[in-house]
Nanobody, 122 residues
Framework: QVQLVESGGGLVQAGGSLRLSCAASGRTFSSYTMGWFRQAPGKEREFVAAISWSGSSTNYADSVKGRFTISRDNAKNTVYLQMNSLKPEDTAVYYC???????????????WGQGTQVTVSS
């Protein structure tokens, strides 16, 4: 069992930066792939980024490539999402998730956090 708690969301102007954190409970955090997804009002949840258990492999949605960076600290049971050059279209609730495969498919993740709101003003 893994419990996930996101933090770091907020209101930022276009072009600004935010860093999201996701703290995990449980001794097996380091064995899980971690992913970030987001859901904007009226839209389906979409993949943002994922990182393998070791941190050696990452995957990004085309829409955030070059602007967002996913990382993890297994000693702290935490995964991060550094978001730079934010755009109004990045506005969404951001969720972290834990799974067994580095996949863009949300069905590949077993555990989800409650989400944190990111709002980017123009």
């Amino acid at each position: 069992q893994v419990q996930l708690v996101e933090s770091g969301g907020g209101l930022v102007q276009a072009g600004g930066s935010l860093r999201l954190s996701c703290a995990a409970s449980g001794r097996t955090f380091s064995s899980y792939t971690m992913g970030w997804f987001r859901q904007a009002p009226g839209k389906e949840r979409e993949f943002v980024a994922a990182i393998s258990w070791s941190g050696s492999s990452t995957n990004y949605a085309d829409s955030v490539k070059g602007r967002f960076t996913i990382s993890r600290d297994n000693a702290k049971n935490t995964v991060y999402l550094q978001m730079n050059s934010l755009k109004p279209e990045d506005t969404a609730v951001y969720y972290c998730a834990a799974g067994r495969a580095t996949t863009k498919n949300s069905l590949g993740y077993n555990y989800w956090g409650q989400g944190t709101q990111v709002t980017v003003s123009s």
